[in-house]
């Protein structure tokens, strides 16, 4: 394994290790991204390779949602995967039955609590919400299941009100309780201090479930984590409810840098990643960390030449840690070093004048306004006016 301790700071600052678990949502929140739709074979597929990367548990989908979803949901438990299945449910027994129905472990009974939800969504009081999520979860227990309870936008409900009805789940046989960040609100910050206050009052283990409206999902998870929240939501590249939830392929990387956590097969995240876009549609952008293109390739030539002697110059983690490649880009930026690199790769054995020259060459060539192919390389090759020697097939 690679060493991270090169950063003194992850020494001095401590990294403690973590007693987590990986709840991947990508099928049920994932699938709530608009416009997302998951054929029943790509659910299994996605299901797969989510269990062979070694996630936790899966929610598999809202059973309620269609015949389809239900459908989907029972083949995934089918399936006989390692990880536990879980489903979404609102708080009813008809939506605890219909989990039941597909042979779930777990099923995540919620209601939301925040006085927002409540007045405009809900119409109900709290003590009504209260109530109505116990029976459910009171209900889920006594049919044998795991029953996270999860308090839909939690964190803009008032803190005394969120810790009493937590404190009630838990009487109520609740296995976990769920901090649903619904709309992204929370900082390092908050979430660490929200955890460890819920973990003065609350016995059971915590779910940190984050949204990127702040683009802080992936912080907030880490704190959670940190201030010792125990399951930890993710989807694959992050899809989900306007703009997404934490990614599963950026928090395995991370646990794995800062605390050391390797029970997760990384080599298959980029796979998976690749899926995910092709399944849903949404392509990850390039700059995406861990699994977007860019994310192993170097152009520089300062970079090049570095990466090109020891990868760790500009890699923080290698690509065949996550299952990527590495990519040298010719374009403006590259310089001699690289064009040797690439060159050689390509069969030619140049000298260092002529591949200055080449270089100079391949800098005029900006006004294509994207990176130089190997074709076109080759053609500018061809019209330096040089003798070469030509080992390529
Ligand atoms: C939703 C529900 C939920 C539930 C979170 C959880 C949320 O709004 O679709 O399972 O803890 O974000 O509040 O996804």
Redesign the pocket.
Known sequence: MQDYSINQFIELAGTPPLDVEICD?TL??GE?MPGVVFRSEEKLDIARSLDEIGVDII?AGFPVVSKAEKAAVKEVCNLGLNAKISA?SRSNRADVDAAIDCGVDMV?V?I?TSDLHLRYKLHMSCEEAVSTALDAVDYAKDHGLIV?F?????TRTGFETLLGIYRKAEEYRADYI?????VGILNPRTTGYMIGEIRKWVKIPI?M?C?DDLGLALANTLAGAEAGAKQL?TTVNGI??RSG?TPLEELLVALRVHHGVDRYDLSRLKGLSTMVCNYSGVPASKNKAVVGANAFAHESGIHVAAVLEEPRTYELYSPEMVGADRMIIIGKHTGAKALKYITQRMGYDLEKKDLCQLAEKVKTCSEFKRPISCDELRKLILDLDIEFVYNGP
Do not use: I, K, M, P
């Open positions: 949502v049920r929140d709530q929610e979404l995540s919620f939301a996270r999860s308090a839909e936008d939690a769920s901090v649903a960040d619904t779910c479930h949204h939501h989900g409810e939830n």
